[in-house]
T-cell receptor, first 113, second 113 residues
Framework: GQQVMQIPQYQHVQEGEDFTTYCNSS?????IQWYKQRPGGHPVFLIQ?????EVKKQKRLTFQFGEAKKNSSLHITATQTTDVGTYFC?????????????FGKGTTLSVSS | DGGITQSPKYLFRKEGQNVTLSCEQN?????MYWYRQDPGQGLRLIYY???????QKGDIAEGYSVSREKKESFPLTVTSAQKNPTAFYLC????????????FGPGTRLTVT
């Protein structure tokens, strides 16, 4: 079936280091979304990318959508302890009306000060 | 104050009993979703509904049932046929006209012994 693979599963960094998580889909996507889940909390929407090659920034976070619309990445510059949590990508398969988002398994980020 | 509510936050049941988890939204969203979250497994889709009185199975529907009699409500029943019901259950809603950005409830942690 259709899958969205996300790597790495876990990442530990020192505060101030950069962090990147990658998302790859087995099928072309019409859009991709990113969510953050803090420990003990629920996923919260961060951003949606729609266009091929799109790049969006939110302060220290940079999101990219690949040219083929099958992969995406989230890069955090100079991590802070507030960045701790699990980051999920979620893609909507293209040309499949009525389907639901497919979530990756997430990357759990820990940050030590 | 708009949002999604799930109750209760924690639920304990004996094996062999059916249990129904509540999900209510006042965002006027057409689509609603149920996910199961286990450690290291990400979010797995159980059922989703794009309109009242209609719903579709997700990836792991076996042992679960839903109803969508009202736009604002999408209860999930965990039946005794579900072999490993202990998990964190998340409900979400979205407005398809807004690109399927999903709003999640706080979740219900179900423990079956």
């Amino acid at each position: 079936g259709q899958q969205v693979m996300q790597i790495p599963q876990y990442q530990h960094v020192q505060e101030g280091e950069d962090f990147t998580t990658y998302c790859n889909s087995s099928t072309t996507l019409s859009n991709i979304q990113w969510y953050k889940q803090r420990p003990g909390g629920h996923p919260v929407f961060l951003i949606q990318l729609v266009k091929s090659g799109e790049v969006k920034k939110q302060k220290r976070l940079t999101f990219q959508f690949g040219e083929a619309k099958k992969n995406s990445s989230l890069h955090i510059t100079a991590t802070q302890t507030t960045d701790v949590g699990t980051y999920f990508c979620a893609g909507l398969p293209a040309n499949q009306a009525g389907t639901a988002l497919i979530f990756g398994k997430g990357t759990t980020l820990s940050v030590s000060s | 104050d708009g949002g999604i509510t799930q109750s209760p936050k924690y639920l304990f049941r004996k094996e062999g009993q059916n249990v129904t988890l509540s999900c209510e939204q006042n965002l006027n969203h057409d689509a609603m979703y149920w996910y199961r979250q286990d450690p290291g497994q990400g979010l797995r889709l159980i059922y989703y509904s794009q309109i009242v009185n209609d719903f579709q199975k997700g990836d792991i529907a076996e042992g679960y049932s839903v109803s969508r009699e009202k736009k604002e409500s999408f209860p999930l029943t965990v039946t005794s046929a579900q072999k490993n019901p202990t998990a964190f259950y998340l409900c979400a809603s979205s407005d398809p006209g807004q690109g399927l950005e999903q709003y999640f409830g706080p979740g219900t942690r179900l423990t079956v012994t």
